[in-house]
């Protein structure tokens, strides 16, 4: 699942909320971020929660193409780990 958006925040949390339940049904969620600049907490929330909701069904979350930027608000927000 390819993310088009520049931003991403609690505006968007619906609509990616629903993508990944769709993608978690076909098996395992991979997200490209290539595309994405920013995010907020929200966004976070969900994909942490995504990633539990993966790891009790043995299906995989993934986040691939990650920038710089997002890796600076990860780490800012001590979730690395995502």
Same mark, same amino acid.
């Given at each position: ?23 978690f049904k076909k098996g395992d969620v991979v997200i ?6 920013? &995010? ?6 969900? !994909?942490? =929660? %995504? /990633? ?13 193409? &990650? ?6 608000? !990860?780490? =800012? %927000? /001590?979730?690395?780990s995502i």
């Amino acid at each position: 699942m390819k993310i088009d958006k520049n931003e991403l925040n609690i505006y968007e949390v619906a609509s990616l909320h629903q993508d990944i339940l769709d993608e978690f049904k076909k098996g395992d969620v991979v997200i490209d971020m290539s595309n994405v600049k920013s &995010i907020d907490l929200s966004i976070i929330q969900l !994909f942490i =929660s %995504a /990633k539990k909701s993966c790891s009790d069904n043995t299906t995989k979350f993934m986040l691939t193409n &990650i920038s710089q930027e997002l890796v600076d608000i !990860f780490k =800012s %927000a /001590k979730c690395e780990s995502i």
